[in-house]
């Protein structure tokens, strides 16, 4: 989780644009699901890792789970970086972290 908000952190204006562009050009909405959509296959291929392992529940779609978790963090992130919304930043990585990880099935997370 702290290396997307890092990650989202410097290019919260670009990323804000391009969502707020994507809604109305199509050149980037593509932009926009592109850049989500690596996201998506990277957190997908982690919660495939994870349920091999035994650590995520196993009968989750891993490919949906991405989706809808990456949503959230996505969207807490642009309220945060890009919206200029207050958060504790220590303390949302900790929230999105443990919400991500109970959505998956992580015991004790």
């Known amino acids: 989780m702290v290396r997307?908000?890092?990650?989202?952190?410097p290019n919260a204006v670009m990323i804000g644009l391009i969502e707020q562009v994507g809604t109305f050009t199509p050149e980037m909405r593509r932009l926009r699901?592109?850049?989500r959509q690596s996201f998506v296959d990277r957190s997908a291929r982690g919660i495939r890792w994870m349920q091999a392992?035994?650590?995520?529940?196993s009968?989750?779609?891993?490919?949906?789970?991405a989706e809808i978790l990456g949503a959230m963090v996505d969207q807490t992130?642009?309220?945060?970086?890009?919206?200029?919304?207050e958060f504790d930043s220590p303390a949302v990585v900790e929230a999105l972290t443990t919400a991500w990880a109970r959505a998956i099935g992580v015991r004790d997370a």
């Open 4 to 9: 997307f908000v890092e990650a989202f952190r």
């Open 33 to 35: 699901l592109a850049l």
């Open 53 to 57: 392992d035994g650590v995520a529940d």
């Open 59 to 65: 009968g989750l779609d891993p490919v949906m789970m």
């Open 77 to 85: 992130c642009y309220r945060w970086f890009f919206l200029g919304k």
